[in-house]
């Protein structure tokens, strides 16, 4: 099983990026996908998820709005389209998975976690 986060890079505030995160190893339409980024300092939060089942998506309230979470089921990715960029956005992204049909938050439902991707929100 293997996930890869990347699309991270250094931006100005009020730029854009899309993070990709490609999975192989599992079957991905069974698995609800999130994203999560740590900033230096501060817990894990998490920032987005979209549902394996019907779709559906959460966002935290700080990135709502601004990020648009999707996935490409043919290609077993999942895309996290972050515009309006903010200095407070700067973090280690990560993706995740989760095996269960709706969009979940709590890290502890997650059986995968792909290696980070560094965003960084120059002011």
């Known amino acids: 099983v293997q996930l890869q986060a990347s699309g991270g890079g250094l931006v100005q505030a009020g730029g854009s990026l899309r993070l990709s995160c490609t999975f192989s190893?599992?079957?991905?339409?069974?698995?609800?996908i999130g994203w999560y980024r740590q900033a230096p300092g501060k817990e894990r939060e998490g920032v987005s998820c979209?549902?394996?089942?019907?779709?559906?998506?959460y966002y935290i309230d700080s990135v709502q709005g601004r990020f648009t979470v999707s996935r490409d089921n043919a290609r077993n990715t999942v895309y996290l389209q972050m515009n309006s960029l903010k200095p407070d956005d700067t973090a280690v992204y990560y993706c995740?998975?989760?095996?269960?049909?709706?969009?979940?938050?709590?890290?502890?439902?997650?059986?995968?976690w792909g290696q980070g991707t560094q965003v960084t929100v120059s002011s």
């Open positions: 979209i549902s394996s089942g019907d779709g559906s998506t």
């Open positions: 190893g599992f079957t991905f339409d069974d698995y609800s």
């Open positions: 995740a998975a989760a095996p269960v049909p709706q969009t979940v938050v709590d890290a502890k439902y997650y059986d995968y």
